[in-house]
């Protein structure tokens, strides 16, 4: 029998039905929490996750909503609570890119941006928040009142030219996570981060499809790989969990070591 450190705990993973997002759903499955996997399009996608986390015998629901829209985020939270009564753990993950050179980026960019990848944590977190207080501790399951979960990126310390409403959304996200981890601490709620480095996933694939962009990356890697959805899983499931019950309001960086600038290794 595996560790199951999320036994009997739901979790509701948002942009779950491909990369990052699947990998978190399916590690927290394995440690014995139900999910959820939010979609915003594709339902085959998220299917196919709530199969394979019904095979590891845990129950799986998918929803769909765009956690930009008000209306959505509160219409999955109904469904979610008709359906299993509350919440224990939320992973902000849903996130995108819409890159462009400065002086091209328009409005429209910045705010679908900024729409998705930050204001979606704010109206998920709020819902979640609220649960989280009215039913308090239960002590069956965990030691605090309820864990959030921000996906955050290298690039909340790390300036991105060509991408400054992405870099602007995860700068937003740190101190968005450490504001409310500061005020809701006294209710017992845990919020952190995690800050991916370069996985694999669709979100960037150009960086990794042909031997010529992967060898470019690796250059930014000390770790010389690049990483895995089940590499950010891990540790989402451990800060999930009580194992980390002392922690609250961190960033942790699962990077194989992209913030050391890796530049400095050849001089500097
Ligand atoms: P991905 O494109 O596979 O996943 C993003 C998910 O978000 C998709 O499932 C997408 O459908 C969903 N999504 C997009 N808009 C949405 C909306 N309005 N409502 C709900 N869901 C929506 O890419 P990924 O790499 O798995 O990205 C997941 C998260 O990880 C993002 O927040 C991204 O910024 C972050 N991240 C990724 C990397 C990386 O190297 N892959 C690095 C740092 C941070």
């Known amino acids: 029998m595996t560790y199951q ?3 009997g705990q739901k979790a ?41 986390i019904t095979a590891l015998g845990r129950k799986a629901l998918a929803i769909k909503a765009d956690v930009s829209r008000e209306d959505e985020v509160g219409a999955m939270f109904k469904q979610m609570f008709a359906a299993w009564g509350t ?9 995108l890119q819409q890159d462009s050179a400065f002086v091209d980026m328009t409005l429209e960019q910045w705010n679908k941006v900024i729409g998705i990848n930050l204001t979606g944590m704010f109206l998920c977190s709020s819902l979640a928040v609220k649960e989280f207080i009215r039913r308090g501790i239960n002590a069956e399951v965990s030691r605090a009142a309820g864990k959030i979960i921000c996906m955050s990126s290298v690039h909340e310390v790390i300036p991105w030219a060509g991408h400054v409403n992405y870099a602007a959304s995860k700068g937003g996200v740190k101190l968005l996570m450490q504001s409310l981890a500061q005020e809701l601490a006294p209710q017992k709620i845990r919020i952190n981060s995690v800050a991916p480095g370069a996985i694999q996933t669709p979100i960037n694939r150009a960086a990794w499809e042909t031997p010529e962009a992967l060898s470019s990356l690796l250059t930014l890697i000390p770790y010389g790989r690049i990483g895995l959805p089940e590499d950010i899983g891990k540790a989402v499931v451990w800060l999930a969990s009580d194992d980390s019950d002392y922690v609250s309001g961190q960033t942790l960086f699962v990077d194989g070591g992209m913030t050391l600038y890796p530049e400095f290794a050849r001089g500097g």
């Open 5 to 7: 450190p999320l036994k």
């Open 87 to 95: 919440l224990d753990i939320l992973v902000n993950n849903a996130g």
């Open 12 to 52: 509701l993973v948002t942009g779950a039905s491909s990369g990052i997002g699947a990998g978190v759903a399916m590690a927290l499955a394995a440690a014995g929490a139900d999910v959820v996997v939010n979609y915003a399009s594709s339902a085959a996608g998220a299917e196919k996750v709530v199969g394979q």
